[in-house]
């Protein structure tokens, strides 16, 4: 089955750039997609097809995709972008997969 | 608007049966995949499987295969996730999401239904 690894945390200041890494076996021939969940919430799409962001999600908000390994990135980091990050691709064998998730901490 | 709107909580005893349900509004029902995803509590992301409720064609996760079933009913707009005996291991949330046809990200998701299963 079709596996995806993220870190369990990221820590970011204030303002400044997080990366949120997302591998798999030979990702870059897939679709990546990601999801913010803030406590207590439902998971909101923010990146679809590896770099799209859906109307309303900020600029600050990109992704990318190549090789083995999916990047969200996070510009500019505010205190409300806070929340677990999942990335998802779709695989012929597994169907949809998930992965691990990442902590997302703004100092 | 478009949305999904989830059945309320469910308390329930291991061995009962249980069905949760997910009506979508303000758009085609029939023309979107709508799956489930489970959470349990302090934990990831777990996908179930999907259901297009225009043919009824349904897909699950090797992992909940033979362990839920997922139906829609197209004539009210309305999905359902189901157990025949319920386990406390199916202590979760439970989300169910618009999948987009050809990409299959989720982009539309409901609130969640939190199930617990107590003796």
Same mark, same amino acid.
Request: include cysteine; charge should be neutral; charged fraction near 15%.
């Given at each position: ?5 993220q870190p369990l945390s990221v820590s970011v200041a204030l303002g400044q750039t997080a990366r949120i890494t ?12 990601w999801?913010q969940q803030k406590p207590g919430q439902?998971?909101?799409?923010v ?11 900020p600029e600050r908000f990109s ?8 990047t969200l990135t996070i510009s500019r980091a505010q205190a409300g972008d806070e929340a677990d990050y999942y ?13 691990t998730g990442t902590k997302v901490t703004v100092l | ?7 309320? $909580?469910?308390?329930? =005893?291991?061995?009962?049966?249980? =069905? ?36 009824? &064609? %349904? ?12 139906? $829609?009913? =197209? ?31 989720? &982009?539309?998701?409901? =609130?969640?239904?939190?199930? %617990?299963?107590?003796?």
């Amino acid at each position: 089955s079709y596996e995806l690894t993220q870190p369990l945390s990221v820590s970011v200041a204030l303002g400044q750039t997080a990366r949120i890494t997302c591998g798999g076996n030979n990702i870059g021939s897939k679709n990546v997609h990601w999801y913010q969940q803030k406590p207590g919430q439902a998971p909101v799409l923010v990146i679809y097809r590896d770099s799209n962001r859906p109307s309303g999600i900020p600029e600050r908000f990109s992704g990318s995709n190549s090789g083995n390994t999916a990047t969200l990135t996070i510009s500019r980091a505010q205190a409300g972008d806070e929340a677990d990050y999942y990335c998802q691709v779709w695989d012929s064998s597994t169907a949809e997969v998930f992965g691990t998730g990442t902590k997302v901490t703004v100092l | 608007e478009v949305q999904l709107v989830q059945s309320g $909580a469910e308390v329930k =005893k291991p061995g009962e049966s249980l =069905k949760i349900s997910c009506k979508g509004s303000g758009y085609s029902f029939t023309s979107y995949w709508i799956g489930w995803v489970r959470q349990m509590p302090g934990k990831g992301l777990e996908w179930m499987g999907i259901i297009y409720p225009g043919d009824s &064609d %349904t897909r699950y996760s090797p992992s909940f295969q033979g362990q839920v079933t997922i139906s $829609a009913d =197209k004539s009210i707009s309305t999905a359902y996730l189901q157990w025949s005996s319920l386990k406390a291991s199916d202590t979760a949330m439970y989300y169910c999401a618009r999948h987009e046809v050809y990409y299959y990200y989720m &982009d539309v998701w409901g =609130k969640g239904t939190t199930v %617990t299963v107590s003796s």
